[in-house]
Antibody
Framework: EVQLVQSGAEVKKPGESLKISCKAS????????IGWVRQMPGKGLEWVGL????????RYSPSFEGQVTISADASVTAAYLEWRSLKASDTAIYYC??????????????????WGQGTLVTVSS | SSELTQDPAVSVALGQTVRIRCQGD??????ASWYQQKAGQAPVLVIY???NRPSGIPVRFSGSSSGTTASLTISGAQAEDDADYYC????????????FGTGTKVSVL
C-alpha cells in the first residue's frame, strides 16, 4: 500500500527553527516528485513546492521561496519541510503529497494522488 | 503567476446534480485535477486529466474542460459529498510550478 506518514503536531515560538517530515512507503521513492501544501486555519490549499528525491531537484512557489526549505533523504525515503525562523503566520496544517504522471496516447496528465495526514504547526509566543 | 478562480460556495439537494467551475488562463494549456477535502481530513484526488477517476472514486464524479474553464460535476449528490473542492493546475508562466484554485464549499441539503 502506498502511504505517506507525516510527523506529529508541533508547537513552537516565533524565531525558532523547525523541520517536519513525510515518510514514504509502498513505492519507489526516487521515481516520484513529492509536494508540500499549506492550509492556514479556515483557509484554502496553497502549493508550497516540490522535490524530486532522485536528484533533489526542487521547485518553490514564489510566495514561499526563501521562507522554507524542502529536502529529501532517499536512504530513509523521507521528505522534509524546514523553517529557520518561524513566524506566527506560519501557523497552519502542512500536507505532503505524491505527484504522479499518467501517460496516454496523446500526451500525459498529472495529479497529486496520495496525501499524508497533515502536520499541524502552531507558532505562538 | 497564474490564478485559478472558483465559486466560493454552492448548494445542492440530495440526489440532484451540481457543477463546480474552475477558471484560469493556464487551463488553456494544462488540464486541472480535482480534490475533495472533508472537514478535518486530508484532500483526496477525485478527478485527473479532465475526466479520469482514480480507483475507488464513485462514478457520480465526472470532469470536463473547455477553454479557460474546467468543471467538476457530481451527478446524484450524496450526503457524504458535503465537502470543500479544489482544482489545481500547472502555472502558465513558470514551468514546474502549480497553483490551487480558491476552493468551493459544496453543501448537500
Amino acid at each position: 500500500e502506498v502511504q505517506l506518514v507525516q510527523s506529529g503536531a508541533e508547537v513552537k515560538k516565533p524565531g525558532e527553527s523547525l523541520k517536519i517530515s513525510c515518510k514514504a512507503s509502498g513505492y519507489r521513492f526516487t521515481n516520484y516528485w513529492i509536494g508540500w501544501v499549506r492550509q492556514m486555519p479556515g483557509k484554502g490549499l496553497e502549493w508550497v513546492g516540490l522535490i524530486y528525491p532522485g536528484d533533489s531537484d526542487t521547485r518553490y512557489s514564489p510566495s514561499f521561496e526563501g521562507q522554507v526549505t524542502i529536502s529529501a533523504d532517499a536512504s530513509v525515503t523521507a521528505a522534509y519541510l524546514e523553517w529557520r525562523s518561524l513566524k506566527a503566520s506560519d501557523t497552519a496544517i502542512y500536507y505532503c503529497t505524491r505527484h504522479n504522471v499518467y501517460y496516454h496516447y496523446t500526451g500525459s496528465d498529472d495529479a497529486y494522488d496520495v496525501w499524508g495526514q497533515g502536520t499541524l504547526v502552531t507558532v505562538s509566543s | 503567476s497564474s490564478e485559478l478562480t472558483q465559486d466560493p460556495a454552492v448548494s445542492v439537494a440530495l440526489g440532484q446534480t451540481v457543477r463546480i467551475r474552475c477558471q484560469g488562463d493556464s487551463l488553456r494549456s494544462y488540464n486541472a485535477s480535482w480534490y475533495q477535502q472533508k472537514a478535518g481530513q486530508a484532500p483526496v484526488l477525485v478527478i485527473y486529466g479532465v475526466n479520469n477517476r482514480p480507483s475507488g472514486i464513485p462514478v457520480r464524479f465526472s470532469g470536463s474542460s473547455s477553454g479557460t474553464t474546467a468543471s467538476l460535476t457530481i451527478s446524484g449528490a450524496q450526503a457524504e459529498d458535503d465537502a470543500d473542492y479544489y482544482c489545481i493546475s500547472r502555472d502558465n508562466s513558470v514551468k514546474h510550478l502549480y497553483v490551487f484554485g480558491t476552493g468551493t464549499k459544496v453543501s448537500v441539503l
